[in-house]
C-alpha cells in the first residue's frame, strides 16, 4: 500500500528539511511527499529543491508552489 504524506508549509526554510529527514529515515519506503507552499517569501523553495537534488533519488517528492490568495470581508 503507498501511502501520501501531505506537508502544507509557509515560510519554513528552516526547519522543514527535519520533517524531511524524519520521514525519509523510516523504514517503510512506500511513500510519496507532497509538498504544498501557500505562497513563502523566505528560501523555502530554494532549501526544498536543493534537498531534491540530493536526496530524493526516488523521486519521492512533489512540490507544489501556490501565491497566497487573501480575501478580506469587510
Not at 517503510?28 to 532549501?47: A, C, F, L, P, Q
Amino acid at each position: 500500500m503507498k501511502i501520501y504524506i501531505l506537508m502544507p508549509t509557509y515560510n519554513d526554510s528552516s526547519t522543514i528539511v527535519y520533517s524531511l529527514d524524519s520521514i525519509l529515515s523510516q523504514s517503510y519506503k512506500n511513500y510519496e511527499i507532497i509538498i504544498v507552499d501557500d505562497g513563502s517569501t523566505d528560501d523555502t523553495k530554494k532549501v526544498i529543491n536543493n534537498y531534491k537534488k540530493k536526496y530524493d533519488k526516488d523521486n519521492k517528492i512533489k512540490y507544489i508552489y501556490q501565491k497566497t490568495r487573501i480575501n478580506l470581508m469587510l
